[in-house]
């Protein structure tokens, strides 16, 4: 339909007009597939026509698209859709809850449900079903009826500049061999699939629009996230999950999952599908999925996973090709194979999302019901202790105030109320200043911020490695002290709405700057300063900084910051290494396989103000490499990717190959010449065996042999001890603390040789949170190299861990900044 006549159609006074209609196509129809203009357009389209249809722009994407929700309930709750919001906000913190105000809203009030669609760009079946099933419910009689008693909360797209991403490639090849097949870029500017692991971290703008939606206005009581998985298995996962349960999950959660699930899947086998299993890959251990933290905020939090198709086109697969289990109880009937369709997996998500809005209306009081209890019984725990309280101590206290102001802000945007101490006081028997944060346990929101907060102990279940990572503890993460109280006391406590750090300065006079680079925020000068072309110094553990800009840059970074200077008039003496007067020259390496550490690492640079220079295969491949850069970072890949990409068959030649051979030898000529190269994780074994160092990656064959005896760490948080390193201190570990904790993902350990040297190793017992099988094996390697290559300055530096893991690592991201800013010749 042309604009024209849509606004033809929207003056007038007419019904809403049906998905088919607008777009010229049934959403789901084989080959056709609606970009965001269309699907927002539809639905503002819908929401003009039809009183039961609310659209509300919540923000703007990373890419400037804006970012909506959808209501839908009856007319008069449309009216009344404020004071419904006030009374959500009472159910969900029952201490402000009287026993009579909570009679009154339970006698009016609807339950509100969330469903989100699409969060993943190639799972785009629900940002197509969300169309349909908006109409239908504005408009079906039968549906109509239910509105009074439910709020139907819907985001069509939670990433619609990944779905224009993913259209528009799938329209450009159509057609061709390429017909659905993978993207050479991430559909997600900055971090890919990785959005949806952002949930408690926040750091992107759209997790950051719906976490404030539903946790400070909205606080559904069950939200639905609507996924695709891989294509050869069962035609749809619901609910119950796998074993293990969080031990934060009140069971009434884990129950109530349960429920929801059962009622989709009885609703999908009575519509005659075939194919819906329980009990599958997914389970209910990770925090930090969109499924998964609204269950610490006592909402019920369902995922449901459809088998994938190519995009827009149908796959056809013999019942012998799908890895499907026999008929059980979790499967009560297995899918015949055949040809599936985008079609088919709209149908299926309709059928999943209209039984939960009816399991909603319909068990409406049951619901408000459970919320409120959940949110007592968390107030409850707390106050039974174990623990009373969390304690943040003052940032005095911290070596990163502006990772303690961080981590902080992270537990308030998720809705934890955080305090700040007023006076001195003492809890457990220890003294804490006043500026000290404390996070109470009594609080509705309790069990996100302790399993934030706490060591995750993870135990499998026959064997079965965690869905997603198995450890995450804020604290250890991003390198700040967190104190547990388990007995009451008194404080003079004020509730922050956040955290801000209080400014740092430049102390002493003079005009030579002596920074200890023990935070971030140092980071970001110290590359402020380079790009300014002012002089900087290693000087034992502490940077030397001269220039006429230095004073003004340095006096506001620190006054932002929070870290302090020191000025001098002249210059200590034994400055060691020269002085440095300009921003390295630094490639970040992109490879055309979509990936996600690569855009990370990209993100961090541009939160801190490091400038990079984006290399792509071609680039690297024609040489003379060190002409241009001085530091070249390689992301975490495999090595084998990393030299072969993706295999022309499957993605345009432009984009195929990866950096074979001739980029390869570029990369060694490059270091050679005297250049940087910074490996992160499985980059690493690209460069010990292209550049022949005096490295073994100890961990490389753990792939192959029996399960049983491999070593195995999927997600978690190890301890590593800096230093026994002989001669000067590596530039890569200046101002860390002397132990340090790193976030490992099925990473690398090293054993090296001189030249090369450990700059950290794993002591005795290095598991701090998650889980490790053999964690003995990595005691006494190293996490952390650095190799000199040749007679002319080269270096490698090779990250065993992830020193910008998701963002999150605050902890660890100096010594990648350290990489960057100070280690090149
Ligand atoms: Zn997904």
């Known amino acids: 339909m042309t604009p024209l006549l849509l606004l033809a159609l929207l003056q007038t006074a007419e019904p809403p007009i049906r998905p088919s209609v607008a777009l010229g196509f049934e959403p789901g129809a084989d080959s056709s597939l609606a970009d965001w203009k269309q699907v927002s357009g539809y639905l503002n389209a819908l929401a003009q026509r039809s009183p039961n249809v609310r659209v509300d722009t919540l923000g703007r994407t990373t890419e400037g698209r804006p970012f909506l929700l959808v209501s839908i309930t009856s007319p008069a709750n449309q009216q009344r ?43 785009v079946a629900s940002s197509q079903m969300g169309m349909t099933l908006a109409y239908r419910l504005a408009t079906d009689p039968e549906w109509r009826s239910l509105l009074d008693s439910v709020v139907v909360l819907m985001i069509p797209s939670m990433n ?22 993978p993207l050479p870029w991430l559909y997600h500017k900055y971090i890919g699939h990785d959005n949806n692991r952002d949930w408690f971290m926040l750091t992107q703008v759209e997790t950051r629009l719906v976490t ?30 796998q074993d293990p349960v969080n031990p934060n999950l009140d069971p009434a959660i884990v129950s109530g999952i349960n429920l929801v699930g059962a009622q989709m ?11 819906i299993a329980h009990q599958q890959t997914y389970d209910l251990w990770w925090h930090g999925g969109f499924r998964s933290t609204p269950t610490r905020h006592n909402m019920i939090g369902i995922l449901t996973e459809a088998a994938s198709t190519r995009l827009g086109s ?11 289990p026999t008929r059980g109880v979790n499967y009560p009937e297995p899918w015949p194979g055949g040809t599936w369709h985008l079609g088919d997996i709209v149908r299926y998500e309709l059928i999943a999302s209209q039984s939960l809005v009816r399991l909603a209306a319909r068990d409406r009081a049951n619901i408000i019901d459970r919320f409120v209890a959940l949110g007592r019984r968390e107030v409850e725990a707390g106050l039974a202790g174990n623990p009373f309280a969390y304690i943040l101590p003052s940032s005095a206290e911290q070596r990163d105030p502006e990772a303690w102001a961080a981590l902080a802000n992270v537990l308030a945007a998720g809705g934890v109320e955080v305090y700040r101490a007023a006076e001195a006081f003492s809890a457990d028997g220890q003294r804490y200043a006043a500026g000290s944060l404390v996070i109470p346990m009594a609080q509705p ?18 064997d079965r490695p965690p869905y997603d990572v198995a450890g995450w503890t804020l604290p250890f993460t991003m390198g700040v002290r967190a104190e547990v109280v388990n007995a009451p006391f008194t404080a003079n406590l004020v509730k922050v709405d956040s ?29 402020q300063l380079l790009a300014a072309g002012q002089s900087v110094t290693m000087l034992g553990d502490s940077l030397v900084v001269r220039g006429p800009r230095a004073r003004a840059i340095l006096s506001e970074q620190a006054a932002r910051h929070g870290f302090t200077v020191t000025a001098a008039r002249e210059a200590p003496v034994g400055a060691t290494g020269k002085a440095r007067q300009r921003l390295p020259r630094i490639g970040l390496y992109q490879p055309w396989t979509g990936n996600i550490d690569e855009g990370w690492t990209r993100w961090l640079f541009e939160q801190y103000g490091v400038g990079y220079t984006t290399l792509h295969d071609a680039d690297v491949r ?204």
């Not at 201490?95 to 669609?117: H, K, W, Y």
């Open 160 to 181: 619609p500049d990944g779905l224009d991403t993913v259209v528009s490639w799938y329209r450009r090849y159509k057609g061709t061999r390429y017909e659905g097949g």
């Open 81 to 123: 859709l404020a004071d419904i919001k006030r009374a959500q906000a009472l159910l969900a913190d029952p201490r402000r809850l009287s026993d009579t105000a909570l009679a009154r809203i339970r006698n009016s009030q609807p339950a509100v449900i969330l469903i989100s669609n699409n969060i993943h760009s190639t799972e």
């Open 265 to 275: 899947a009885a609703a999908l086998y009575d519509a005659g599908m075939t194919g």
């Open 622 to 825: 024609k040489g003379g490499l060190r002409q241009r850069f001085d530091v070249i970072v390689l992301p975490d890949a495999d090595g084998g990717s990393l030299d072969r990409g993706v295999d022309s068959t499957r993605i345009p030649l432009q984009y195929a190959g990866g950096l074979g051979e001739s980029g390869a030898g570029a990369v060694s000529e490059f270091v050679r010449g005297g250049g940087t190269l910074v490996c992160l994780d499985g980059s690493s074994n690209f460069a010990i065996a292209h550049l022949n160092l005096p490295v073994v990656n100890v961990l490389a064959g753990e792939a192959s042999g029996p399960q049983v005896l491999r070593f195995y760490a999927p997600g978690s948080i190890f301890g590593t001890v800096l230093g026994g390193v002989e001669g000067a201190r590596s530039p890569v570990t200046l101002g860390v603390a002397d132990s340090l904790q790193v976030y490992f993902e099925n990473s690398a350990a090293f054993t090296v040789s001189a030249p090369a040297r450990a700059l950290a190793t794993y002591p005795a017992q290095p598991l701090r949170s998650g889980y490790a099988r053999f964690q003995e094996r990595l005691v006494g390697k190293a996490a952390l190299v650095e190799a000199p290559v040749g007679s002319r300055g080269g270096r490698v530096i090779l990250f065993g861990f992830r020193p910008q893991f998701r963002g999150q690592t605050h902890g660890t991201f100096k010594l990648l900044f350290n990489a960057v800013l100070l280690a090149a010749p």
């Open 212 to 241: 404030r939606m539903l946790y400070k206005e909205w606080f559904p009581e069950i939200v639905y996230d609507v996924h695709q998985m891989g294509s050869n298995g069962v035609r749809l996962f619901v609910p119950p999950f």
């Open 314 to 324: 149908p796959i056809t697969l013999a019942l012998d090709s799908v890895r499907q």
């Open 445 to 462: 929101y309790r069990a996100h911020a302790k399993d934030l907060l706490e060591p995750q102990h993870y135990t499998p279940v026959n």
């Open 499 to 527: 955290v801000v750090v209080t400014p740092g300065r430049i102390e002493g006079s003079g005009d030579v700057f002596i920074l200890r680079n023990r935070t971030n925020g140092e980071s970001r000068a110290v590359a």
